[in-house]
């Protein structure tokens, strides 16, 4: 635990003479954030992250004039940090709902439609019946 102790504090020492900055590049696609890590900051606003690897580059403040660029380590030199960042909506995910959201309201459609012409049916039988009394077309009854 020492020695985990020494290294952080070495970690952050800074040196004047470096400037010390984090760089964070995507890896893999936005994906759903698991249930237990909803309440994370980087799962909101649409519950949604995206794998990213960080590295820590330095960069020396003085370089010479003819380098217009500063020189970065090479990508997992200084080894690399996994980290989360919040995404957008998962274009996959969302198509998905979008076909479910219309096939819901296609069925709901067709079953009104079906109870719908079931009741006028039994309406028009019990007009048609009444009126078939009311004419003297059955006989019988009472």
């Known amino acids: 635990m020492l020695i985990c102790v020494v290294n952080i504090i070495q970690a952050q020492h800074v040196d004047p003479s470096q400037n010390r ?5 995507p890896f893999g696609t936005c994906e759903p954030c698991p249930v237990d890590a909803l309440h994370e900051p980087f799962c909101h606003p649409f519950g949604n992250r995206q794998l990213m690897h960080c590295s820590n580059t330095t ?6 004039l003819d380098e217009p660029y500063p020189i970065s380590p090479p990508p997992g030199a200084l080894g690399e940090t996994p980290a989360w960042q919040p995404c957008g909506r998962v274009p996959a995910l969302e198509r998905a709902d979008f076909y479910e959201f219309v096939a819901c309201n296609l069925f709901f459609a067709v079953v009104a439609i079906a109870i719908s012409l079931f009741r006028s049916r ?20 009472g």
Do not use: D, K, Y
């Open 122 to 141: 039994r309406i028009e039988a019990h007009q048609a019946r009444r009126l078939a009394v009311r004419i003297g077309l059955v006989r019988g009854g």
């Open 59 to 64: 960069t020396p403040t003085t370089r010479p």
């Open 21 to 25: 900055s984090v760089t964070c590049r």
